[in-house]
């Protein structure tokens, strides 16, 4: 902790009093609250200097922007560590938490929400304005490349660990099928990547913007499908036709948008999303052994299920047969 509070110290010119751990996530990368007299801020410490490098350009970029992301305030030489501003400690997953599960929502929370999805699609575009996506970590775009390691980690990472058999040529050919699909559009946006309610923070009725390392070039639907499919957060079909009307009415401010053709093309990226994400529960839970991911699984396969029961998946028969075969192993 000592260069966190170096830098604490030397850009607020008072002495630090107090630290207060952050819960960590499914990265391994160290998040402290650093607390004087009269400042706070937020420090964090990574483990790959490429991917704090990614992080330092991209929130430097935003800010420019005039988007909501935190203000970097100091980094160290090593490029390892920084300050940024503290935004709170109220992730939107809390601020809705009382209403997911009935879905009545109070009006502060569906006007946070909505403001949610209309800013996305601010930082997607106007985000991607002048940006230099080769420092972008660990690819500067989302190509065919990243949807096969999002596939292969689906397969090797949850199928084989989970026990679930399968044909590796039956699923390969509709892996290919569903990369034709993914992969069609030009990409012409800053893709988020890990877009859901817990990298927003709510700080003066604003949602700000976080952990976005891991961005790239992409495409509007990734993002989209991210946060509406995210696991655990419960968005009624009402819910989110209220969400994806948002963000349609927002986007519709830079390019035209087919709403039937947008809301088609949505749910392939959803499913892909929640193929990876059973994918990341597998190593950071079968393999890495994260009680958390563990405990996601479950979650994770009921959101897969209802969305098969929600959308037609005519070009992927067999990975539907696989998918609707996977049960819930307690």
Not at 74 to 94: K, N
Not at 149 to 158: A, G, H
Not at 252 to 272: G, I, P, S, W
Request: net charge negative; hydrophobic share 40%.
């Amino acid at each position: 902790m000592q260069i966190l509070t170096q830098l604490f110290e030397n850009y607020f010119g008072e002495p630090l009093k107090n630290i207060e751990p952050i819960p960590g996530s499914g990265s391994n990368r160290l998040y402290v609250r650093l607390i004087g007299e009269k400042n706070r801020c937020i420090g964090m410490k990574g483990e790959s200097v490429v991917e704090n490098e990614a992080f330092i350009y991209l929130a430097n970029h935003f800010f420019s922007k005039g988007l909501t992301v935190p203000q970097l305030f100091a980094i160290s030489e090593d490029r390892m560590s920084y300050i940024q501003q503290d935004c709170g400690d109220v992730p939107l997953f809390d601020f809705v938490a009382s209403s997911r599960d009935d879905n009545q929502y109070s009006e502060a929370q569906k006007k946070m929400l909505v403001k949610t999805l209309e800013s996305l699609a601010d930082f997607q575009v106007k985000g991607a304005e002048e940006m230099d996506y080769s420092v972008c970590f660990p690819r500067p775009e989302f190509d065919r490349r990243c949807i096969f390691w999002d596939l292969n980690y689906f397969k090797y990472c949850f199928l084989r660990p989970y026990g679930v058999a399968f044909s590796e040529n039956l699923m390969e050919d509709e892996f290919e099928r569903m990369a034709d699909l993914l992969d069609a559009e030009v990409n012409d946006v800053f893709l988020y990547r890990d877009f859901q309610s817990r990298n927003v923070m709510v700080s003066d009725e604003t949602p700000y913007f976080i952990d976005f390392q891991g961005g790239r070039r992409g495409q509007v639907y990734y993002d989209v499908a991210s946060f509406l499919w995210q696991v655990e957060a419960n968005y009624s079909p009402e819910m989110k036709d209220l969400l994806i009307d948002a963000y349609i009415t927002s986007l519709r401010k830079y390019r035209t948008v087919d709403e039937v053709a947008f809301r088609k093309r949505l749910v392939h990226f959803a499913l892909f999303r929640l193929l990876q994400v059973l994918g990341a529960c597998g190593f950071r839970g079968l393999i890495e052994k994260k009680q958390y991911f563990i405990d996601t699984i479950p979650a994770a396969i009921r959101n897969i299920h209802s969305l098969l029961d929600e959308s037609d998946f005519d070009e992927y028969p067999y990975l539907v047969e696989v998918l609707r075969g996977i049960s819930y192993k307690s």
